[in-house]
């Protein structure tokens, strides 16, 4: 039987740095020691595996996920959709994604999130789903509004979804944020700008997707996410004492 | 001109924000919401090996409490098998190995239960101490911290183990080991990582 192979490296220099002054939160949370690089072992290149029996089959509806029967979450209505690909250009089949985000007033709904704005009675905020045998994976939900943070006195953060992949592995596992074409809060944001190249930010800004909109039903953005590659043979330096 | 390598570029990581259980563990966030929460339930009813219990804190730069932490666990079975397709089968029915775990909002205490890993294979044929793979992710944090967690009553696999011998100062491999204890007679590790500071936990880059 075939052992999973090991991982490209991380490209750290692409990646946001633990420690971005401007980013106020990572000044006090951010390592200050070298990372110790380490080649893969068996803890590294395996991870848990979901299904279909793990999650319900409206979670990835966050327009109804929450509401009460007969009603549905306020805002402007979104197709988020995509493709989950490794940096071989493989689809990544049957992997969890889980999404969060505010409102379309920007309040989440979360017992630490005192903003003005209001609840909305019918949005939780949170859904997940598994990508199909293409990687594909789509959620319906309301595009989310800008809200204030504290980091400088007058800070916003631009209208964003949070999206946790997992992959195959441990060390694919990624939380990142995606952003709407055309918001103008986008290069303003500390959050944003902790990643130093402008080519890294353009990969998290979703683009508006009008071949996906439904007609007299939601707009649609497109948002595709690249995990890690895996090498594709096992190398001399073995893996495993096998 | 060469040909072009034509490889993909990973997706930058973005930090999970203050607001990371809405997403990952609403119930904490204060409403309800999935029929099941994920990655509560490690090791299941039927996995073979001691049952523990791990505590601790994730300690900032300050010296403060970080109380908005989600921490990620992924660990092999007590025979030293992870739960992953190449080995399915062959480990106990309802074994994961996969948990995740957020900090009390008033102490940032944290901890889970499961059952305690056996030794793991590492490369070149060589063992690897008992451990497990943990993952930090928070407001702040910009890219997930990926750390280890081994066991202090494996002081001798502990001394063999090529990951912590891989950490050239002696001095911060005991930042990888939890402390073994007791609590109304089941064990209790003890396991705080330090984001900073002169307790600095050991992040790796995998």
């Given at each position: 039987m075939t052992k999973p192979g090991e991982f490209y490296q991380r490209d750290r220099a692409w990646h946001p740095p633990?420690?971005?002054?401007?980013?106020?939160?990572s000044v006090a949370r951010s390592p200050r020691q070298a990372l110790i690089s380490l080649e893969n072992t068996v803890s590294e290149i395996t991870g848990p595996v979901f299904g279909h029996t793990d999650i319900g089959a409206d979670d990835n509806d966050l327009i109804h996920n929450y509401a009460q029967t007969g009603q549905s979450a306020i805002g402007e209505r979104i197709l988020l959709h995509g493709r989950i690909f490794d940096e071989n250009s493989r689809p990544l089949p049957n992997t969890l994604v889980e999404i969060w985000q505010a409102n379309a007033g920007g309040r989440y709904r979360h017992k630490k999130d005192t903003y003005l704005a209001p609840i909305d009675p019918n949005f939780g905020g949170c859904g997940r789903t598994l990508t199909d045998d293409n990687g594909y994976y789509y959620f319906r939900t309301v595009k989310p509004g800008a809200y204030p943070w504290r980091n400088w006195v007058n800070s916003w953060r631009p209208a964003h979804i949070h999206m946790s992949i997992f992959g195959t592995a441990f060390a694919q596992r990624l939380i990142t944020q995606l952003y709407f074409e055309g918001d103008p809060l986008i290069h303003k944001c500390p959050i944003v700008n902790t990643i130093p190249d402008p080519a890294a930010i353009d990969r998290l800004i979703a683009p508006l997707d009008m071949n996906a909109a439904i007609p007299f039903d939601c707009l649609a953005y497109r948002f595709d996410v690249v995990l890690r590659g895996r090498r594709s043979t096992l190398f001399e330096n073995r893996l495993e004492g096998n | 001109m060469v040909q072009k390598l034509d490889y993909l570029k990973e997706t930058p990581s973005q930090t999970a924000g203050p607001y990371v259980h809405i997403g990952l563990a609403p119930g904490a966030a204060g409403f309800d919401i999935y029929d099941q929460e994920l990655?509560?339930?490690?090791?299941?009813?039927?996995?073979?090996g001691e049952r523990i219990r791990v505590e601790g804190r994730v300690i900032d730069g300050t010296g403060s409490p970080v109380k908005d932490v989600l921490i990620e666990v992924w660990q092999a079975n007590?025979?030293?098998?992870?739960?992953h397709p190449e080995h399915?089968?062959?480990?106990?029915?309802?074994?994961?190995g996969w948990g995740r775990v957020i900090t009390?909002?008033?102490?940032?205490e944290w901890g889970f239960d499961t059952v305690k890993p056996g030794p793991v294979p590492g490369r070149n044929g060589a063992t690897q101490a008992p451990h497990l793979n943990l993952w930090i992710v928070a407001r702040g944090i910009n890219i997930g911290l990926n750390t280890r967690l081994y066991f202090s009553d494996e002081s001798e696999a502990n001394a063999a183990d090529p990951v912590l011998n891989?950490?050239?100062?002696?001095?911060?491999?005991?930042?990888?080991v939890a402390v073994r204890g007791e609590r109304e007679g089941k064990t209790l590790y003890r396991f705080d990582i330090h984001l900073q500071g002169p307790q600095e936990t050991v992040f790796f880059d995998i």
């Open positions: 633990a420690h971005v002054p401007d980013y106020k939160t | 990655g509560w339930d490690i090791a299941g009813p039927n996995a073979a007590a025979a030293g098998i992870h739960a399915a089968g062959e480990v106990e029915d309802g074994f994961r009390d909002f008033e102490t940032g891989l950490i050239e100062w002696e001095n911060r491999r005991a930042t990888l």
